[in-house]
């Protein structure tokens, strides 16, 4: 079954009636129109329209100026009609001679709205004046001598003519069916593949955007001032890289200009074709033509491509992809590590628990007991409902104690059960007979166990010398022995040897050493006899006990020994009494308690008991946590200790290695990274020139083809071939006319496309012009972008949507809505955004770049964003109060205006001219506007026309500031309290349908300074249930409290630029930002 194009479009883009819903044409009934009559044309209402022709043009690139013959009367209802140009012609308007000329631009048209309209009532087959007079019906009056000249913009005619000729071929994209809800349609797949490489900065949303692009339409959220030009320009690159055609269209010519300036600072310009808003088909020739003549004259450039690999990407994706999987303790853990990660804490096993649910437990602690807390063994004792008995038992034996023996410090108790356990020691019988001499330590003693040890010794040995000896004979005997063994002769001798037998077991040995060995044992025994007499002379009654004496002396405590000395015999008795008790309270110590050696006990006890409820409350929290946790408690002198210690044992357990990397390694992080962003933006130009060399190569291989013989070609290329002779042999004949070029559809349609397509594979657009310079051909281009989408209507965005494989539809859902300077029903018509949103894959870019001061986007940011939008405030910036307040309370809101204020701006931003600074004046008003342009004026005369010719200085009004930045920005509020002292809530734009958005456009138009004039504060405003109103309120609120913001120190750690990173990549553009914007990076 057929689908009626026609009518699913029209249905879409329609509210009422078709004829005044689609971007309706302007019937003269709505004035803004002046009937021209020659020189009898009123001159005041024509400047008015030439002026508001002027601004339409310079803002949105379309000449909206037409001259109309003849007019219709038709029939809205039985009550009203509606009268509308016949025939239009486009016309310029000069000045010659203080004459106003006229020129024609194109060629007539019949209005398509009125065909449309007679084409709905049944009469059809109008193609041109002569068929409309024969064929208008009676009841439509007509009036073919009447002329008006008005800014009827015809362009707009177009968008009838797309959905003509889409219905004709019973075609719609696959982009176009998409946002239209209708059946998939099959259309060949767009494939972006390959390694992608920026042309232009890039951070992790535009990067992550565009690798979502290579597989699907998208649509991205931009914020102001958050990159979507540079967004943009790569999405180009991307394309040209992958030698595809693309399409960037947009209402706003700044948004274009934007995207053309970046793109001409890299050389890439000459491969874009941009639409002209007069003399277009002379001018897109001689375009053509000077980039053609640039691609026969090119010769490419020797660059070198600078190293872009990033030597911690491993590492730091690693850490980056770890820390992001504890996305609820990053905040915590990472403003730790900023400030004492060099610290030394304790460390413990975290086990299972999480962080959230360790921090959650130990918040229920009490900080101010925390040093009663960590005195309590909550390790070993667990019964915590008998504590408070535990307490006073413990209390009482430590009472008994200092009865007897006085102990303050648990240190006391400590050395006291030492020392009890000597009481038995030196008690003892053997101490009690040698315990002077054990504690004398004298050097006679040392000398005498000395010889002791030397006598046991030769004992020993004696023992086994005189084993020879069968009797030992007494030292007399000895002597005659000797005696009869010096006798000579033959008769002695044998008698000698046989009492010689007598004496010996085996006769060999020599008499004589035997008898001297003896002689000298009895010296040996001699000199024992006299150390024994010594040891009893000492009371020593044997060497046994001199030993046990010596020993003793070396191990013997002077202090222990004067300590029991001092004991009375009372507490000599009393202490071995107690000693069960005082191993008792030893043991309490040990199981319940947790003393310091230094701690008073008493006073801990006490301050405990004081506490007793409090404290089994924090043992019973403490009792879930885990055993290690138990004991880090036990080790914490504080409580802001034993936080640091948790964060610094999660941290080792967060690491991969155990320890976050060392200092230096973390200062190679950052050069490493602020070197290979330099890097990247050599590789970027890099990038753009090897863009132009693909496109020159293509160009050389289109000739090398024409000039190989046919007889060496397939079909295909014989086929081709021929097209590029015949396209290029057309394009010469129309780079050398003067006059009546072939339209640019004409050359798209004809064997030039080829040429076309690679020369200008990039085109830049005003939406209606796409309408008139190409066919509806579902699918013409590879890709398509919208800009500024949030502000363009849905009917406008059709012919793009037709004509694109992939879209990407690029806005800001927060500020103004769709408005055309045509329309009858502006609000009718919502946005391609708010569309596309609903059926495309969404993306959001959140990195600020305009303003040089977070504070001047926080406005935007809080009530518009959800606080989603990074900035980074520039240290360099000189003048920090970047948001002033200038109150008057003497301002009369009076006609309309307030001349007191547009004074008071005027007094203001003076001295703001002798810099470069780009400035802008916004007023609420077009009167108001118009007041402080004339102060202006009259400070500066003709100087002022210069400044603004320069754009040095620019005046606004409320609704056309959108896609503007201004270096400062003063903005007059302009309403006030009139003359009765009456403030009345009724501003205007604000108070109308997106007034909110409206503000949140002019605040965030600032990059280095706001000043905002009034003559009311906060608390001269009523209450209201307007959303502009209430969003003007919550301003006032902000800026009278600005000043209490404190400032930025421009520092920031290492680790709070990987709690922002998302990515290895990211962490090395912020490095890169921060540095950029002066900041100190701390490793």
Same mark, same amino acid.
């Given at each position: 079954?057929?689908?009626?194009?026609?009518?699913?479009?029209?249905?879409?883009?329609?509210?009422?009636?078709?004829?005044?819903?689609?971007?309706?044409?302007?019937?003269?009934?709505?004035?803004?129109?002046?009937?021209?009559? +020659?020189?009898?044309?009123?001159?005041?209402?024509?400047?008015?329209?030439?002026?508001?022709? =002027?601004?339409?043009?310079?803002?949105?690139?379309?000449?909206?100026?037409?001259?109309? %013959?003849?007019?219709?009367?038709?029939?809205?209802?039985?009550?009203?009609?509606?009268?509308?140009?016949?025939?239009?012609?486009?016309?310029?308007?000069? @000045?010659?001679?203080?004459?106003?000329?006229?020129?024609?631009?194109?060629?007539? %048209?019949?209005?398509?709205?009125?065909?449309?309209?007679?084409?709905?009532?049944?009469?059809?087959?109008?193609?041109?004046?002569?068929?409309?007079?024969?064929?208008?019906?009676?009841?439509?009056?007509?009036?073919?001598?009447?002329?008006?000249?008005?800014?009827?913009?015809? $362009?707009?005619?177009?968008?009838?003519?797309?959905?003509?000729?889409?219905?004709?071929?019973?075609?719609?994209?696959?982009?176009?069916?998409?946002?239209?809800?209708?059946?998939?349609?099959?259309?060949?797949?767009?494939?972006?593949?390959?390694?992608?490489?920026?042309?232009?900065?890039?951070?992790?949303?535009?990067?992550?955007?565009?690798?979502?692009?290579?597989?699907?339409?998208?649509?991205?959220?931009?914020?102001?001032?958050?990159?979507?030009?540079?967004?943009?320009?790569?999405?180009?690159?991307?394309?040209?890289?992958?030698?595809?055609?693309?399409?960037?269209?947009?209402?706003?010519?700044?948004?274009?200009?934007?995207?053309?300036?970046?793109?001409?600072?890299?050389?890439?310009?000459?491969?874009?074709?941009?639409?002209?808003? =007069?003399?277009?088909?002379?001018?897109?020739?001689?375009?053509?033509?000077?980039?053609?003549?640039?691609?026969?004259?090119?010769?490419?450039?020797?660059?070198?491509?600078?190293?872009?690999?990033?030597?911690?990407?491993?590492?730091?994706?690693?850490?980056?992809?770890?820390?992001?999987?504890?996305?609820?303790?990053?905040?915590?853990?990472?403003?730790?590590?900023?400030?004492?990660?060099?610290?030394?804490?304790?460390?413990?096993?975290?086990?299972?628990?999480?962080?959230?649910?360790?921090?959650?437990?130990?918040?229920?602690?009490?900080?101010? @007991?925390?040093?009663?807390?960590?005195?309590?063994?909550?390790?070993?004792?667990?019964?915590?409902?008998?504590?408070?008995?535990?307490?006073?038992?413990?209390?009482?034996?430590?009472?008994?104690?200092?009865?007897?023996?006085?102990?303050?410090? =648990?240190?006391?108790?400590?050395?006291?059960?030492?020392?009890?356990?000597?009481?038995?020691?030196?008690?003892?019988?053997?101490?009690?007979?040698?315990?002077?001499?054990?504690?004398?330590?004298?050097?006679?003693?040392?000398?005498?166990?000395?010889?002791?040890?030397?006598?046991?010794?030769?004992?020993?040995?004696?023992?086994?010398?005189?084993?020879?000896?069968?009797?030992?004979?007494?030292?007399?005997?000895?002597?005659?022995?000797?005696?009869?063994?010096?006798?000579? +002769?033959?008769?002695?001798?044998?008698?000698?040897?046989?009492?010689?037998?007598?004496?010996?077991?085996?006769?060999?040995?020599?008499?004589?050493?035997?008898?001297?060995?003896?002689?000298? %044992?009895?010296?040996?025994?001699?000199?024992?006899?006299?150390?024994?007499?010594?040891?009893?002379?000492?009371?020593?009654?044997?060497?046994?006990?001199?030993?046990?004496?010596?020993?003793?002396?070396?191990?013997?405590?002077?202090?222990?020994?004067?300590?029991?000395?001092?004991?009375?015999?009372?507490?000599?008795?009393?202490?071995?009494?107690?000693?069960?008790?005082?191993?008792?309270?030893?043991?309490?110590?040990?199981?319940?308690?947790?003393?310091?050696?230094?701690?008073?006990?008493? =006073?801990?006890?006490?301050?405990?008991?004081?506490?007793?409820?409090?404290?089994?409350?924090?043992?019973?929290?403490?009792?879930?946590?885990?055993?290690?946790?138990?004991?880090?408690?036990?080790?914490?002198?504080?409580?802001?200790?034993?936080?640091?210690?948790?964060?610094?044992?999660?941290?080792?357990?967060?690491?991969?290695?155990?320890?976050?990397?060392?200092?230096?390694?973390?200062?190679?992080?950052?050069?490493?990274?602020?070197?290979?962003?330099?890097?990247?933006?050599?590789?970027?130009?890099?990038?753009?020139?090897?863009?132009?060399?693909?496109?020159?190569?293509?160009?050389?291989?289109?000739?090398?083809?024409?000039?190989?013989?046919?007889?060496?070609?397939?079909?295909?290329?014989?086929?081709?071939?021929?097209?590029?002779?015949? +396209?290029?042999?057309?394009?010469?004949?129309?780079?050398?006319?003067?006059?009546?070029?072939?339209?640019?559809?004409?050359?798209?349609?004809?064997?030039?496309?080829?040429?076309?397509?690679?020369?200008?594979?990039?085109?830049?657009?005003?939406?209606?012009?796409?309408?008139?310079?190409?066919?509806?051909?579902?699918?013409?281009?590879?890709?398509?972008?919208?800009?500024?989408?949030?502000?363009?209507?849905?009917?406008?965005?059709?012919?793009?949507?037709?004509?694109?494989?992939?879209?990407?539809?690029? +806005?800001?859902?927060?500020?103004?809505?769709?408005?055309?300077?045509?329309?009858?029903?502006?609000?009718?018509?919502?946005?391609?955004?708010?569309?596309?949103?609903? $059926?495309?894959?969404?993306?959001?870019?959140?990195?600020?770049?305009?303003?040089?001061?977070?504070?001047?986007?926080?406005?935007?940011?809080?009530?518009?964003?959800?606080?989603?939008?990074?900035?980074?405030?520039?240290?360099?910036?000189?003048?920090?109060?970047?948001?002033?307040?200038?109150?008057?309370?003497?301002?009369?809101?009076?006609?309309?205006?307030?001349?007191?204020?547009?004074?008071?701006?005027?007094?203001?931003?003076?001295?703001?001219?002798?810099?470069?600074?780009?400035?802008?004046?916004?007023?609420?008003?077009?009167?108001?506007?118009?007041?402080?342009?004339?102060?202006?004026?009259?400070?500066?005369?003709?100087?002022?026309?210069?400044?603004?010719?320069?754009?040095?200085?620019?005046?606004?009004?409320?609704?056309?500031?959108?896609?503007?930045? %201004?270096?400062?920005?003063?903005?007059?509020?302009?309403?006030?309290?009139?003359?009765?002292?009456?403030?009345?809530?009724?501003?205007?734009?604000?108070?109308?349908?997106?007034?909110?958005?409206?503000?949140?456009?002019?605040?965030?138009?600032?990059?280095?300074?706001?000043?905002?004039?009034?003559?009311?504060?906060?608390?001269?405003?009523?209450?209201?249930?307007?959303?502009?109103?209430?969003?003007?309120?919550?301003?006032?609120?902000?800026?009278?409290?600005?000043?209490?913001?404190?400032?930025?120190?421009?520092? @920031?750690?290492?680790?709070?630029?990987?709690?922002?990173?998302?990515?290895?990549?990211?962490?090395?553009?912020?490095?890169?930002?921060?540095?950029?914007?002066?900041?100190?990076?701390?490793?």
């Amino acid at each position: 079954m057929k689908i009626n194009i026609r009518k699913v479009l029209t249905d879409y883009i329609s509210i009422d009636n078709f004829l005044v819903s689609v971007d309706p044409l302007r019937s003269v009934d709505e004035g803004g129109v002046v009937l021209y009559n +020659g020189q009898n044309t009123n001159i005041i209402e024509l400047s008015s329209i030439l002026n508001k022709a =002027k601004k339409i043009e310079r803002e949105t690139g379309i000449n909206p100026l037409c001259q109309t %013959f003849g007019i219709a009367q038709l029939n809205k209802n039985l009550k009203s009609s509606l009268t509308v140009p016949i025939k239009i012609q486009e016309i310029s308007c000069g @000045i010659s001679d203080n004459i106003i000329e006229f020129k024609n631009i194109g060629e007539p %048209f019949l209005n398509p709205f009125l065909i449309d309209y007679l084409l709905s009532k049944g009469i059809g087959n109008i193609s041109n004046l002569d068929s409309f007079i024969e064929l208008i019906p009676e009841h439509i009056i007509t009036d073919f001598s009447t002329s008006y000249i008005g800014n009827f913009h015809p $362009h707009r005619y177009e968008l009838i003519r797309d959905i003509d000729e889409i219905d004709k071929s019973y075609s719609l994209s696959s982009t176009l069916s998409n946002l239209l809800l209708l059946e998939p349609v099959d259309q060949e797949v767009l494939k972006l593949e390959g390694t992608y490489a920026p042309i232009v900065a890039s951070d992790f949303d535009q990067m992550e955007t565009l690798e979502k692009f290579k597989q699907q339409s998208i649509l991205v959220q931009g914020p102001p001032g958050t990159g979507k030009s540079q967004l943009i320009v790569n999405t180009i690159a991307l394309g040209l890289q992958n030698d595809k055609t693309i399409l960037l269209s947009s209402e706003k010519k700044s948004a274009l200009d934007a995207v053309h300036l970046r793109l001409k600072t890299l050389g890439l310009h000459r491969l874009c074709l941009t639409n002209f808003a =007069k003399n277009e088909q002379k001018l897109i020739c001689s375009d053509l033509k000077k980039t053609w003549e640039y691609f026969q004259n090119f010769k490419p450039q020797s660059f070198q491509n600078a190293d872009s690999a990033f030597p911690f990407d491993d590492s730091l994706k690693s850490l980056i992809s770890t820390l992001s999987e504890h996305n609820e303790i990053w905040d915590k853990l990472i403003s730790w590590l900023s400030e004492s990660e060099n610290n030394r804490y304790h460390t413990v096993e975290i086990g299972d628990f999480s962080f959230e649910e360790i921090l959650s437990q130990l918040s229920k602690l009490n900080p101010a @007991i925390h040093s009663q807390v960590k005195r309590i063994n909550s390790i070993q004792f667990t019964n915590y409902d008998d504590f408070g008995k535990q307490i006073e038992n413990t209390e009482y034996l430590l009472s008994e104690l200092n009865k007897l023996y006085p102990v303050e410090l =648990k240190r006391d108790v400590d050395k006291l059960v030492v020392k009890i356990l000597t009481l038995q020691h030196y008690g003892s019988q053997f101490y009690k007979a040698y315990g002077e001499i054990i504690a004398s330590k004298s050097r006679k003693l040392s000398k005498l166990y000395s010889t002791a040890l030397t006598i046991e010794k030769d004992e020993k040995n004696w023992d086994f010398n005189l084993e020879h000896w069968i009797k030992r004979p007494s030292p007399q005997e000895l002597s005659f022995l000797k005696k009869q063994s010096a006798n000579q +002769g033959l008769f002695n001798r044998l008698k000698f040897k046989n009492e010689w037998k007598k004496w010996v077991r085996i006769s060999g040995i020599s008499p004589n050493e035997l008898i001297s060995e003896l002689e000298q %044992f009895y010296q040996f025994e001699k000199k024992r006899n006299t150390f024994d007499v010594e040891l009893s002379l000492l009371g020593i009654d044997s060497i046994p006990t001199l030993k046990s004496i010596y020993q003793l002396s070396t191990q013997h405590n002077q202090d222990d020994w004067a300590w029991y000395n001092s004991l009375s015999k009372e507490q000599l008795d009393g202490l071995r009494e107690m000693q069960v008790k005082i191993q008792q309270l030893k043991r309490d110590f040990q199981t319940v308690f947790h003393f310091e050696e230094n701690d008073c006990l008493a =006073k801990c006890l006490e301050e405990m008991k004081n506490n007793v409820d409090e404290l089994k409350n924090q043992l019973n929290i403490i009792s879930y946590l885990p055993e290690e946790l138990k004991r880090l408690i036990l080790s914490c002198s504080s409580h802001e200790e034993l936080i640091a210690s948790v964060y610094h044992s999660y941290w080792r357990k967060l690491s991969s290695s155990g320890a976050f990397p060392k200092k230096r390694v973390r200062e190679e992080w950052i050069t490493s990274a602020l070197r290979h962003e330099k890097n990247k933006i050599i590789n970027q130009r890099y990038t753009a020139h090897k863009l132009i060399e693909n496109a020159h190569k293509k160009f050389i291989v289109y000739h090398d083809l024409m000039l190989l013989p046919p007889t060496k070609l397939s079909a295909e290329h014989k086929l081709l071939r021929s097209e590029l002779k015949k +396209g290029k042999n057309l394009l010469i004949k129309e780079f050398g006319k003067k006059k009546n070029f072939l339209s640019l559809r004409n050359l798209y349609e004809s064997e030039a496309r080829h040429w076309l397509l690679v020369i200008k594979p990039l085109l830049m657009m005003h939406p209606q012009r796409i309408s008139t310079y190409f066919p509806p051909e579902p699918g013409l281009f590879d890709i398509a972008i919208i800009d500024e989408a949030s502000q363009m209507p849905f009917s406008h965005s059709i012919g793009t949507l037709q004509r694109a494989k992939r879209i990407m539809i690029a +806005g800001d859902e927060q500020q103004m809505e769709p408005s055309s300077f045509f329309k009858v029903h502006a609000e009718n018509d919502y946005s391609v955004f708010h569309q596309a949103k609903f $059926h495309l894959e969404n993306s959001c870019l959140t990195h600020h770049y305009r303003s040089e001061h977070k504070l001047l986007i926080e406005f935007s940011n809080k009530y518009f964003y959800q606080n989603v939008i990074r900035c980074i405030s520039n240290a360099k910036l000189k003048n920090r109060n970047c948001i002033q307040h200038h109150f008057d309370s003497s301002g009369i809101y009076d006609n309309g205006v307030n001349i007191r204020e547009a004074q008071n701006i005027t007094h203001s931003l003076l001295p703001f001219l002798s810099s470069d600074s780009k400035i802008g004046v916004v007023a609420f008003s077009e009167q108001q506007i118009a007041t402080i342009k004339n102060e202006v004026f009259s400070s500066l005369k003709s100087q002022m026309f210069d400044l603004e010719d320069q754009e040095q200085l620019v005046f606004k009004t409320l609704d056309q500031v959108q896609g503007d930045e %201004f270096d400062i920005l003063f903005i007059s509020f302009g309403y006030g309290k009139n003359k009765e002292g009456n403030f009345e809530l009724r501003f205007g734009p604000i108070n109308q349908l997106g007034g909110d958005k409206r503000l949140n456009v002019l605040f965030s138009r600032a990059k280095k300074e706001i000043h905002f004039f009034s003559s009311v504060k906060l608390k001269d405003f009523g209450d209201s249930k307007n959303d502009g109103v209430n969003v003007l309120k919550k301003w006032f609120s902000f800026i009278e409290n600005v000043n209490e913001v404190e400032n930025e120190k421009y520092e @920031i750690s290492i680790f709070s630029i990987l709690k922002q990173a998302k990515s290895t990549q990211d962490f090395t553009h912020l490095v890169h930002l921060y540095h950029l914007r002066g900041w100190k990076i701390k490793p």
